[in-house]
């Protein structure tokens, strides 16, 4: 089973796209098709060989290219995505998405296939033990009614236990529904009407989620998501000087790696990294960096230097009392 | 001199530098020093052209570097994926592809000559029976057709089944979106959702690393030999040091963190008698040996040993067999009880106990304590006490804050 392999390059999806369509094109259409779909560079070894007959799967008629193909094909699964599939099927989480029948059904077009990987191979060592319940009944429904309100964007009342305990409820249009590998949790991204025509963004856990009702209320204009998100960072970054002893450099590079981040050398020993962060992410980065200890020296912002500071001073405190209460 | 291609022949040449290019965004021309400059500028070119969203310039004192600059928070696709869309190819494989697959896909059973035939006669295209064979045993074998004997005549089909059913159902459809950018192959996912024609606009993923796609094709490698109770010899490449050296072990379990962005094999060495891990980033080829004939009872040995395990060390700096550390935590109750919550769910087994008002105390034995202390440092501002059997772990500990409060002046 080759998972770099031609037939799922980037050239044959292209291609595939051309020869599927039904009406006739010019070179033109080709160029804009292989220029949106393909790398690059792509439109260079294409186009002539499409022009000059070496891939021979067009009629051409004058400037028009016709499809030699009667069909519109897929490529079929093969074995290897039909053991990828298989595996998913023993992921508590595929009932999330699919209904015991379905399951069946998919299970039985699999039958020959072999697991490309066991739940049991796998060992998640520092994912956090309180993940959200994926086979209980009311939580995949809540799953599920989000799903396909997210797709229609449409407006759902959401009955809420906050983390203080109380229950609360508002109306949201679900914008993503965000999975953290580290809590093994479902977050819903929604957008919260606030003033006139204004929305804002508010991350909900769905295990918190008491009730969860559609209403008939669509929003009319998309929005634009990550315009939000971005919108959200902090226009001074997280700004941190990275000293590399204990592999510290390569440790922070990968750690940090899901940031918008740019670092530079300083010099022979030190890398300065800029971190673009919203309030959102703020408490998590904190104690990511506080992980580092020394390694990792905090420049700016102003906000995120006093944030740890105080915790240091804190930190000083407490040990300072105990020292004077149990002199040594 | 040869043109330069956008497409590659094989992936373990690209994938150190899309490693370094990503992780590492500092690198200048001059900083890959273990390849030819030429080398160097076809790499970073290719690069560009398939991850052309992502590619950031900067130009520095020491010259220009260019670096991927990629937000999880606002993709719905891992743009690593492209790398895998690389390979190259024939004229003859990408007209052969499309043919036969349009021959068969109406259901029709053809043999090797038939299918020959069929290309003059359907396409006007003339191949000679030996590549037209050999394509065919090459799909047959990769599961894109099929292949049976009729009595003595070898024939070969097409079942579409499969792709319509998934076609047809949008929950399984957004099922793919959704695996496609959690949990390990996504690539293989994102391939699935590709042929579908279908995108996710749906999920995003959190704590998930992107550039552990670049490790699929060597897991696929582990796995199945792990699947076949194999042992391996793995071809390592030590990330600090240039050199590389061969390992024979028994592959046996893949330990992920989802905090670091690291990814292990863990695996039991025969010579040594103890198990041991292994970044999977930094085995370059895995060769697959003789059926392990005690492979059960190692997965049985793992799985007492891994209680105390903290990440994947299977030995402390002291060289114990245990280590006992013992933390004292200052909680508000009830204002702070989520930081109870946090020593339960992250702990990993460790007890934690109420031992007077306001305070915690929190309690484990692993093999490694060095490995808890950037899991303790998270708790800096409430740590009332830290013991540990090793007695450099706590002092390290100690002497990082003494540091840190020099480092930020704190009084």
Same mark, same amino acid.
């Given at each position: 089973m080759e998972l770099f392999s031609e037939t799922y390059s980037c050239y044959y999806q292209v291609l595939?796209?051309?020869?599927?369509? #039904?009406?006739?094109?010019?070179?033109? /259409?080709?160029?804009?098709?292989?220029?949106?779909?393909g790398f690059g560079e792509s439109l260079i070894s294409m186009i002539p060989k499409l022009e000059n007959g070496t891939w021979n799967l067009f009629e051409r008629d004058g400037i028009i290219y016709r499809s030699k193909l009667n069909s519109s094909f897929s490529m079929p699964v093969t074995s290897l995505e039909q053991s990828y599939l298989k595996a998913l099927l023993s992921d508590p989480r595929m009932g999330l998405f699919l209904d015991p029948k379905q399951l069946d059904n998919l299970n039985d077009m699999l039958a020959s296939a072999v697991p490309l990987w066991k739940q049991e191979q796998f060992y998640y060592y520092d994912q956090f033990t309180d993940g959200d319940p994926y086979t209980d009944e009311k939580y995949r429904s809540i799953f599920r009614t989000l799903l396909a309100a997210q797709k229609q964007r449409r407006y759902v009342d959401i009955d809420y236990t906050s983390p203080r305990g109380t229950r609360v409820h508002h109306y949201y249009v679900p914008a993503r529904l965000e999975y953290s590998v580290k809590n093994d949790k479902f977050r819903l991204l929604a957008l919260k009407q606030c003033g006139h025509s204004r929305m804002r963004l508010e991350t909900l856990n769905l295990?918190?989620?008491?009730? %969860?009702?559609?209403?008939d209320k669509i929003l009319?204009?998309? %929005?634009?998501? !990550?315009?939000?998100? #971005?919108?959200?960072?902090?226009? /001074?970054?997280?700004?941190?000087?990275?000293?590399?002893?204990?592999?510290?450099?390569?440790?922070?590079?990968?750690?940090?790696?899901?940031?918008?981040?740019?670092?530079?050398?300083? /010099?022979?020993?030190?890398?300065?990294?800029?971190?673009?962060?919203? #309030? !959102?992410?703020?408490?998590?980065?904190?104690?990511? %960096?506080?992980?580092?200890?020394?390694?990792?020296?905090v420049l700016g912002n102003e906000r995120f230097l006093y944030s740890l500071k105080a915790r240091l001073q804190r930190q000083k405190e407490i040990t300072s009392e105990l020292c004077l209460q149990n002199p040594k | 001199m040869s043109e330069f291609q956008e497409l590659v022949?094989?992936?373990? *040449?690209?994938?150190? +530098? @899309?490693?370094?290019?990503?992780? +590492?965004g500092f690198k200048t021309r001059n900083e890959f020093k273990t390849k030819s400059p030429r080398t160097y500028d076809n790499e970073r070119r290719r690069l560009e052209s398939?991850?052309?969203?992502? @590619?950031? *310039?900067?130009y520095g004192s020491k010259g220009s570097n260019i670096s991927l600059a990629i937000d999880s928070n606002l993709l719905d696709t891992n743009p690593l994926f492209q790398v895998w869309k690389t390979k190259s190819f024939t004229d003859n494989d990408i007209m052969l592809h499309f043919l036969i697959l349009d021959l068969l896909w109406d259901g029709q059973i053809l043999t090797a000559e038939e299918i020959t035939d069929n290309l003059l006669t359907r396409y006007e295209t003339l191949f000679d029976i030996q590549t037209v064979r050999r394509k065919c045993n090459a799909y047959a074998k990769e599961g894109i057709i099929h292949k049976k004997k009729q009595g003595k005549t070898v024939v070969f089909s097409l079942d579409n089944r499969l792709i319509l059913w998934l076609k047809s159902h949008e929950d399984a459809l957004d099922a793919l979106a959704f695996y496609q950018m959690a949990g390990c192959f996504g690539i293989v996912g994102n391939l699935l959702t590709d042929q579908l024609g279908f995108f996710n606009?749906?999920?995003? @993923?959190?704590?998930?690393?992107? @550039?552990?796609?670049?490790?699929e094709e060597i897991l696929l490698e582990l796995l199945d030999a792990m699947n076949h109770k194999k042992s391996v010899n793995l071809t390592i490449k030590s990330s600090k040091r240039e050199f590389t050296n061969t390992i024979s072990c028994v592959p046996l379990?893949?330990?992920?963190?989802?905090?670091?962005?690291?990814?292990?094999?863990?695996? +039991?060495?025969e010579k040594k008698r103890r198990f041991s891990c292994f970044r999977l980033d930094t085995i370059k080829n895995v060769t697959s040996l003789e059926i392990s004939q005690v492979y059960e009872e190692l997965l049985e040995k793992l799985d007492k040993n891994r209680r105390h395990l903290w990440g994947v060390s299977f030995e402390g700096p002291e060289r114990r067999h245990l280590d006992r550390l013992t933390m004292t935590l200052q909680v508000q109750e009830p204002m702070e009880h989520y930081i109870i919550d946090r020593l339960e769910h992250e702990g990993r087994g460790g007890t934690v106990t109420?031992?007077?008002?306001?305070?915690y105390r929190y309690e484990t034995e692993v093999f490694d304590c060095n490995e808890m202390l950037p899991w303790v440092r998270t708790f800096t501002g409430r740590i009332l006490s830290l013991e540990c059997t090793a007695k450099s772990v706590e002092q390290r500990f100690y002497q990082d804050l003494q540091n840190m409060y020099q480092m930020y002046e704190i009084e």
């Open positions: 595939h796209h051309l020869l599927c369509c #039904q009406n006739p094109l010019t070179i033109e /259409d080709i160029r804009r098709e292989i220029s949106q779909e295990s918190r989620m008491q009730r %969860v009702i559609p209403t009319s204009s998309p %929005v634009d998501f !990550n315009h939000m998100i #971005q919108h959200s960072y902090y226009t /001074d970054p997280l700004r941190l000087h990275i000293i590399n002893k204990r592999n510290a450099l390569e440790r922070a590079m990968l750690h940090f790696a899901n940031y918008n981040k740019n670092t530079t050398k300083i /010099d022979e020993n030190t890398y300065e990294c800029l971190i673009y962060y919203n #309030q !959102n992410m703020e408490t998590e980065l904190l104690i990511e %960096v506080l992980s580092f200890g020394p390694m990792l020296k | 022949k094989s992936f373990s *040449k690209t994938r150190e +530098y @899309v490693r370094d290019f990503f992780v +590492y398939w991850l052309a969203p992502f @590619v950031r *310039k900067d606009e749906t999920f995003r @993923v959190k704590h998930s690393f992107f @550039v552990h796609t670049l490790e379990q893949i330990f992920t963190s989802a905090r670091s962005g690291r990814r292990f094999l863990c695996a +039991y060495l109420r031992i007077a008002e306001n305070t």
